[in-house]
C-alpha cells in the first residue's frame, strides 16, 4: 500500500474552517499522513481544542497519521494540558 | 461521603462531567493569554459587576432574606471597586516579581479548574470577588452556591461571564452547577481535573474540601473577641463596633462578637451604645436571647437569627424593644457552654464582659477566641501600644484589627492597608493552610527561578606581616604597659625569648610563662588568662611553633571575654558565615596579640585557628574564628635556623600540604591561589635545600615564608580531605601531623585529580576543577606533561620525590604499624575521618569507602591507585581556563 502526504496550511483567521473542513477532507481521503502547517497561527481558542479533538478522533478511526508543524509553545501547552497532544504527532 | 457520590444518576454525572470539560478546556486556553489580555477582561467585569452592584444586592435579600440591601450593595462594590483597586497593577502573568540582588524571579502558572463554593451569607459579593480573582489569575471556576443563594449566584456569575467572554476570555471559563446537592460537590471535589477547591463556606462545606485530597482554600468559623481598653477613643470605638456589627445585620464572619470592657469606662460605654441605639438587655432579657438564638444542643447559633434585624429577633424573643433598636447588647458573665452568647452570633446581637483587669480583659478575650474563632478576627481598642502588643501575642487570629471595626477592617482596603478580600484564612486554628486575606496570590502557582549566585567570599589577614632576617626587631614599634611572653621551656633555654626581649621596648614590664611544648589544654590556657589578669598585660607575644601560638590565642580570646565558653565556640559548622555560634564581640580586656612562630609549618600565626586537647573526654577541638587570627605576625627566620632536620621536613610538608589543599579547594579564589601556588613552588624548591643544607639561609627564610604564604590561603579557603585522613591517623597512632600529612598526599593528589564519585558542592566553580589545577600546579613547577593526566602524574611523582629526598617514609607499613592493626583500627579511622570538618572544602566529596581506600593505599605507599581516571583529553588550554 502507498501512503500519501498532504499539507494544510493553517490560516489563523480562517482555523476552524482549516479544521473543521480542509484537514476532515484530507484525513478522509488520505491514506498516510495529514500536515497541518500551524506556523502562523499564535492562539487556539475554546471552538478550535474542540475541532482538533474530533479531527484526532476521526484520524484515528482512519488509521491516518495527523502532523502538526511548528506548533508553538503556548498551544503545545495547551494541548498537553488537554492531553491531546499523544493523539498528534509533532514537527519543527 | 462516597455514598453520596454513589447515589448521583448518570444523567448527573455527565452534567456535572460537562460543566468540568468546559472549565478544563478554558482554562488551558486561557494559559495563552498576556497581561494586557487579563488585566483588559479584568476591568470590563469589574465595571459590569460595579454596575449591577444594587441589582445584585437586591436579588440576594429577596433570596436568602438575610442583611440589609444598602449593605450588601456596599459590599458588591467592595467585592469589584476595592479589589480592582487592589490587583490592577499587580502582575500576574509572566514575571510577577523580581528580585536581582537576589537572583530570584517569580513566574505565575496558572492553577486550572477551580471549584468553588459560595456561602448563604455573602453570595453575590464573593462571587464577583472570585470572579475577578479567577480571570486576574487566568484560571476557570465551577461555582457551586449554596442552595439558599443559587438564583441571586446564578445571576452574578451570568453577568461576569457575559462581559468576560465578550472582552475576549475563553467560552466556558465560569461555569455554576445546577441545584447543587452534597453529592455533586463531593463528586467536583474529588475530580481529577479540579485543581483546587476554595470553600467559602460552613464548617461542612469546609472540612469536605480539606478531606476531599485536594489542594484547598477554606475559611473557619468565627467568633471575634473585642478588648475595648480604658485608653481607647470610647465615642470611636462604639460607633466602630455598632457599624460593624449591624452591617449587612452582622452576617460577615469577621463581626464582633462579644465586647471585653475595662471596669473603668464599662458604665460610659454601655451608656453610649444604649444612646447610639442600642437596646442594654437586663440579665433576664439576656438569658431568654441566649436560650432563643442558640441552640442548646448544639452550642451553635439558630438559623432563623442569622442576618436578621435586631427589632425582629427581639420580637421573635419576646423581647420589648424601641423600634429604631439597631443592636441587642447582653452582657454576660462568663465564656462557655452555660453562658450561650459567648459564642458566634451572625446577626446584631452583642455580647458585653466587664473586666476588673487588663489581666481579666486578656483572659476572657483568649477564651472567646477558643470558644470557636480560632485563627480568625479579632478586635482591639487602645492607644497603650504595649497592651496592643499583648493583646496580639495572646490571641490566635489571621486578623488583628486595631482601632477598627473589626468586619469591615478585616475585608481590608477601607480601614486598613490588609489585601481585600471576602474570603479569610484562619490558619491551622481553623483548619486551614494560610492565615491570609485570600487573594490573587492563593489562585496561582508561584513559580521561583532561581539564578546561580555566587557567595561573597573574603581574603582575611592579620593586620602587619613582618618578614626576614631579624624581622623580630620590629617589636620596637609596639609600646606596651605590660607584656606576657608565652613560650615553651626549650626555647627559653635556646636564648630565644632573650633576643624577642632585646627587641621590647626597654620600660615595659615583661613576663615569661612558659608552657609544655604539646597541643594546649584548657588548663594551660587559663594559667596564662590568669597570668595576663595578674599583669594586667596589654600585649601577648607567643613565641614558639603552632602549640604555643594556638595556647596564646585562646588565652586573649577568655582573656578579653572571660564568659566566652571555649566548648560552645568550638561548635562544628559548615560555612563560617551562617555558624551557629558567634564568638564575643564585647571585650572587658584588649590585649595585642604578636605571633613569632618558630617552626615553619603550621602557619598559626596567621591563622584564625586553635587547637585544643579536651583531656577529659580525649579529643582535639579546633576553635575557628577571624577573631583569633593573631594581630601581628614577625616571620624572622632567625628563630628556626636550629630546627633539627626531621622537623624541618614534616612541618615542610605540613606547609606543602596546606598549600595543595588550599589550592584546590572548593572556596579557592584568585586571592588564594596567589599564595598558594607561591607557597607550592617555594615548597618544592626550598625544601629539600633547607632539610639537607639547615644553615642555608636562603632556604630557611624562603620556607618560613612559604609557611606563612600558605597559611595566608587555607585562613581564606581551609583544607580537605588529606587533613581528614591525618588528623584521624595521627590521632590513633600517635604519628606527628606533618608525617601523617605526607603518607597520603599522593594518594589524595591522585584521587582528587580522578572523576569523584560524588561532587562537592561549590556555587562558586563551574566544573570540576581539582585536575586542571593539579595540572597547573605541575606547569608552575615545570613539570613534564602535556595533558592534564600527564601532568597531575608528574606532580604525584614530583611529592614522592620530595618525600624521598626527605627520608620520610613513603608507606604506613614502613612505620612498623601490621596490617591486622590498621584493619582493625580502620572503622575507628574511617569514621573520625569521616567525622573531621577539614573535607567540606575537598573538591571531591569522600565516600566512607573511599576514606577506607584512601587509608589502604596509604598504608601501602607508593603507586596511588586512581591515576588515570581524569580525561586524557584534557589539555593544558583547558587549566588556562579555570
Not at chain 2, 516579581?97 to 459579593?125: D, H, Q
Not at chain 2, 480539606?210 to 470611636?236: F, I, R, W
Not at chain 2, 564585647?586 to 603550621?602: F, H, L
Not at chain 2, 615542610?652 to 598558594?676: F, K, M, R
Amino acid at each position: 500500500m502507498t501512503s500519501t502526504a498532504e499539507w494544510i496550511k493553517i490560516d489563523p483567521e480562517r482555523i476552524l474552517h482549516a479544521l473543521q473542513q480542509e484537514a476532515v477532507d484530507k484525513v478522509n481521503s488520505a491514506q498516510g499522513e495529514v500536515t497541518l502547517d500551524f506556523s502562523s497561527v499564535l492562539r487556539i481558542d475554546s471552538n478550535v481544542v474542540g475541532a482538533m479533538e474530533q479531527l484526532a478522533g476521526l484520524a484515528g478511526q482512519r488509521s491516518v497519521k495527523v502532523v502538526l508543524r511548528a506548533v508553538n509553545v503556548d498551544i503545545y501547552k495547551v494541548l498537553k494540558l488537554l492531553k491531546l497532544t499523544q493523539r498528534f504527532s509533532f514537527l519543527t | 461521603m462516597t455514598e453520596n457520590v454513589s447515589s448521583l444518576s448518570d444523567d448527573r454525572i455527565a452534567y456535572l462531567e460537562g460543566l468540568v470539560r468546559r472549565g478544563r478546556t478554558a482554562a488551558a486556553v486561557f494559559t495563552q493569554f498576556s497581561q494586557q489580555d487579563v488585566d483588559r477582561i479584568v476591568k470590563a467585569i469589574v465595571l459590569a459587576g460595579l454596575d449591577q452592584a444594587q441589582y445584585l444586592a437586591r436579588l440576594a435579600i429577596e433570596e436568602t432574606r438575610l442583611g440589609v440591601l444598602e449593605d450588601k450593595a456596599i459590599k458588591n462594590m467592595v467585592a469589584t471597586e476595592f479589589v480592582y483597586n487592589y490587583i490592577k497593577d499587580k502582575p500576574s502573568v509572566g514575571v510577577i516579581r523580581e528580585f536581582p540582588e537576589r537572583g530570584l524571579v517569580e513566574v505565575a502558572e496558572p492553577i486550572g479548574l477551580i471549584f468553588s463554593l459560595i456561602p448563604v451569607t455573602n453570595p453575590t459579593s464573593t462571587v464577583l470577588f472570585k470572579c475577578i480573582m479567577a480571570i486576574k489569575t487566568r484560571n476557570a471556576v465551577v461555582f457551586a452556591p449554596h442552595p439558599k443563594a443559587w438564583h441571586c449566584c446564578q445571576e452574578a456569575i451570568r453577568i461576569m461571564y457575559e462581559s468576560a467572554v465578550e472582552h475576549g476570555a475563553p467560552e466556558g471559563v465560569f461555569t455554576c452547577v445546577e441545584s447543587p446537592t452534597i453529592p455533586d460537590n463531593n463528586y467536583l471535589m474529588r475530580h481529577k481535573e479540579v485543581k483546587l477547591i476554595d470553600a467559602t463556606g460552613g464548617p461542612g462545606a469546609v472540612k469536605a474540601a480539606y478531606s476531599s485530597g485536594k489542594p484547598a482554600l477554606g475559611v473557619g468559623p468565627g467568633n471575634t473577641p473585642v478588648y475595648l481598653e480604658k485608653t481607647a477613643h470610647l465615642d470611636m470605638a462604639v460607633v466602630d463596633i455598632i457599624t460593624s456589627k449591624t452591617f449587612d445585620n452582622g452576617t460577615i464572619c469577621a463581626s464582633e462578637q462579644t465586647v471585653v470592657i475595662d471596669d473603668e469606662i464599662y458604665s460610659l460605654a454601655i451608656r453610649k451604645f444604649a444612646d447610639l441605639g442600642a437596646h442594654i438587655c437586663s440579665e433576664k432579657e439576656t438569658e431568654i436571647l441566649g436560650r432563643m438564638v442558640i441552640d442548646p444542643d448544639t452550642g451553635f447559633m439558630r438559623p432563623m437569627a442569622v442576618g436578621q434585624k435586631a427589632t425582629d429577633i427581639a420580637r421573635a424573643c419576646g423581647l420589648r424593644v424601641k423600634p429604631d433598636t439597631k443592636l441587642l447588647v447582653a452582657p454576660i458573665q462568663g465564656v462557655g457552654r452555660e453562658y450561650p452568647l459567648s459564642v458566634e452570633k451572625l446577626f446584631p446581637v452583642l455580647s458585653v464582659y466587664r473586666a476588673t483587669s487588663v489581666d481579666e480583659a486578656l483572659r476572657v478575650c483568649v477564651d472567646v477566641n477558643h470558644a470557636g474563632g480560632l485563627g480568625h478576627t479579632a478586635v482591639i481598642f487602645s492607644r497603650d501600644d504595649e497592651i496592643i502588643r499583648t493583646f496580639s501575642e495572646a490571641i490566635n487570629a489571621g486578623r488583628i484589627i486595631v482601632n477598627s471595626p473589626g468586619s469591615i477592617g478585616a475585608l481590608g482596603g477601607v480601614y486598613n492597608d490588609m489585601v481585600p478580600t471576602f474570603s479569610f484564612g484562619c490558619g491551622t486554628g481553623g483548619g486551614n493552610s494560610t492565615t491570609d486575606n485570600v487573594s490573587l496570590y492563593h489562585y496561582l502557582n508561584i513559580k521561583r527561578v532561581a539564578r546561580r549566585t555566587q557567595a561573597h567570599m573574603w581574603f582575611r589577614v592579620p593586620n602587619q606581616i613582618y618578614f626576614n632576617m631579624n624581622a623580630v626587631e620590629n617589636l620596637r614599634h609596639f609600646p606596651s604597659q605590660s607584656t606576657l611572653i608565652v613560650t615553651n621551656p626549650l626555647l627559653e633555654q635556646m636564648g630565644h625569648v632573650d633576643i624577642v626581649r632585646r627587641f621590647i621596648p626597654a620600660q615595659t614590664p615583661v613576663r615569661v610563662l612558659a608552657i609544655p611544648d604539646a597541643e594546649p589544654e584548657v588548663k594551660v590556657v587559663m594559667q596564662g588568662v590568669e597570668a595576663l589578669n595578674l599583669h594586667r598585660a596589654d600585649q601577648i607575644i607567643a613565641l614558639g611553633g603552632g602549640s604555643v601560638i594556638d595556647a596564646a590565642k585562646l588565652m586573649k580570646l577568655k582573656y578579653e571575654s572571660p564568659e566566652a565558653d571555649l566548648e560552645e565556640l568550638a561548635a562544628p559548622f559548615l560555612d563560617i558565615r551562617k555558624r551557629v555560634v558567634q564568638y564575643p564581640t564585647e571585650k572587658i580586656n584588649r590585649v595585642r596579640m604578636i605571633a613569632i612562630p618558630t617552626t615553619s609549618g603550621t602557619g598559626s600565626e596567621v591563622t584564625p585557628f586553635a587547637v585544643l586537647i579536651d583531656k577529659e573526654r580525649g579529643r582535639k577541638v579546633t576553635l575557628a574564628d577571624y577573631s583569633l587570627s593573631p594581630d601581628v605576625a614577625i616571620v624572622d627566620p632567625q628563630f628556626v635556623m636550629s630546627m633539627p632536620r626531621n622537623l624541618t621536613a614534616d612541618t615542610g610538608i605540613d606547609c606543602l600540604t596546606h598549600a595543595l589543599e588550599a589550592g584546590v579547594s572548593i572556596h579557592a579564589s584568585p586571592y588564594t591561589d596567589s599564595n598558594a601556588m607561591q607557597a607550592i613552588r617555594l615548597a618544592f624548591k626550598y625544601l629539600p635545600i633547607a632539610y639537607e643544607n639547615p644553615r642555608d639561609e636562603e632556604a630557611r627564610s624562603m620556607m618560613h615564608n612559604a609557611a606563612c604564604i600558605a597559611a595566608l590561603a587555607f585562613s581564606n579557603c581551609s583544607v580537605g580531605v588529606n587533613h581528614a585522613l591525618a588528623h584521624a591517623f595521627g590521632a590513633r597512632f600517635g604519628v606527628g601531623h606533618g608525617r601523617a600529612n605526607a603518607l597520603m598526599l599522593p594518594h589524595v593528589i591522585a584521587y582528587n585529580a580522578s572523576v569523584p564519585t560524588k561532587f562537592m558542592p561549590s556555587p562558586n566553580q563551574r566544573g570540576y576543577i581539582a585536575h586542571k589545577k593539579y595540572a597547573m600546579i605541575a606547569d608552575l613547577l615545570g613539570l613534564a606533561g602535556d595533558t592534564v593526566a600527564e601532568k597531575v602524574k608528574s606532580l604525584v611523582s614530583a611529592t614522592e620525590q620530595l618525600l624521598d629526598r626527605l627520608e620520610i617514609p613513603r608507606s604506613i607499613a614502613d612505620l612498623g604499624i601490621s596490617k591486622e592493626e590498621f584493619e582493625r583500627a580502620m572503622p575507628d579511622l574511617a569514621k573520625v575521618a569521616f567525622d573531621d570538618p577539614s573535607w567540606r572544602s575537598n573538591p571531591r566529596m569522600p565516600l566512607v569507602s573511599e576514606l577506607v581506600e584512601l587509608f589502604w593505599s596509604a598504608y601501602r605507599g607508593r603507586s596511588p591507585a586512581n591515576l588515570g581516571s581524569v580525561s586524557e583529553q584534557a589539555t593544558t588550554k583547558e587549566w588556562a581556563s579555570v
